[in-house]
């Protein structure tokens, strides 16, 4: 009996199918489920935040771990962009469904997981909100099922707060926290997709990005504190007012007011007696560097852990074949991503979908991601370049395809390899000369006779001969060159030189034609 046989059962169809349509992870105001948080990371300290990682150590319910998880995000310009651009690494990817089999009852189920799925109006929503659990190490997100048809499927997809949930001490598993108490409750099955990428081996909680990530946002944050610290103090030049002896109290008061006024007004208006001195600090620029070092470096360690490298944020844009910005994630990362989401959905969606509607399967379809490995396009292009002019034979349309590019149509103005010849004798040459070696109709080949080719064919092979019997013979390249000039002395000198001027002959004695017709 299937998945669907069993919920719909007489006994069970009124309260498994009313409840597959309920939400359960619902918020609570007031409450361990509470939609809105007043922050923890404003004034968090090194000493605080130790005392918050270990308590996730220790297996304690992490809401302010994760709590200040979601902040970072928030706050830390270059986290989000690194860990925005592994997430979009992958919802970029085209889906589809892998049939589990080429009999048409299982083609008949992936075209449903594709119309259901795939073509859900909230799917790619749905692996947006699943990738949160690479910054968190975990991510939920509720399955509201529609059962009013024959075929029940997804209506929507919540993303519920990591905060409301916690792992069970004992069993490890990802339970719903209660919302009054310190309780926990199973996850109801067929109701959330939970997904928990094997980043880290060991503790799931721990394995998340934010976990590592945190020590050197806190890092940063004291470094940019102290930065615009020495900044207010040193980045504005001393006012030192100056007064002579007999000056009165109201002179002096007179003179600090001028100082101060300076600072905001620009101006200031004083006695004759005194006097204004600007002093500007010489050793400014050069100490404030070890904080811009720091934060750059702070920088660079995020990018290492949430993209595998830095050279997406440093690499240098424009170049043909940058791999896209540098393949801004990492390949091997990518691929583990894709993979380890792929297993989640099918796990968590796909077959409690096809279990509802078609029964228990053998074999299943799989939603798939499409991943492509890249191509370097730019060592591509360097090797048609040079291997071309050699014989070697290249699809035009495959590079097209490589290159973005469409194909030329019939009318098409076509870009063109530079005439050979100079300006000037371009000038005086007929217009009807053709400059593209595509459109020239015969070769220098097609100007000879039988006879002459088969000289030339006999002269390239004798060549061929002498230089493998050389280097059969050679030991070193001094060796090679020595039984090179042993052996040319057994070529037919005349019969070079005579089947060179037959074709020299011949080639001008038929463009001496070519001309003379036109004319």
Known sequence: MGLFEKISGKSQKGKDKQGLAEQRATPVANSNRDLWSGGLVSGLTPERLAAILDKVRYGDIPAEYLEIAGELEERDAHYRSVLSTRKHAVEGLELYVQAGSDDKAALAIADAVNEDIINHADCMDLIKNALDALGKGFSVNEIIWDTSGSRWKPETFIYRDPRWFAYDKE???????????????????????????????????????SFTALFYWLIKTYDVTSWAAFADRFGYPVRLGKYGRKATKEDIATLKRAVAAIGSDVGAVIPDAMAIDIIESKTTAGNSEVYEKIAEWADKQLSKLVLGQTASSEGTPGKLGDSQDQQAVRQDILKADVRQLEQ?????????????????????????????????????????????PLGFKVKAQEMHALLGLSAPEKDDDILTAPSPYAPEMNAQMPQHIALNASEIPHSASDTLDDETREGFIEISDDIVKVLEKAMNRATDFKSFETELQKLVTDWDAGKIARTMAIAFFKARAEGDAHFADED
């Open 344 to 388: 989640t959905l099918n796990r968590d969606l796909v077959i409690p979908y096809v279990d509802f509607n078609f029964g228990i399967q053998e074999k299943y379809p799989k939603l798939r991601i499409k991943y492509v490995e890249p191509k370097n396009v730019q060592l591509i292009v360097d090797s048609v370049t040079k291997l071309v």
């Open 171 to 209: 069993s490890g598993v990802l339970s719903l926290r209660d919302a009054y108490g310190l309780e926990l409750h199973p996850l109801e099955p067929y109701k959330f997709i939970v997904h928990e990428p094997n980043l880290l081996s060991g503790k799931q909680i721990t394995s998340g990005l």
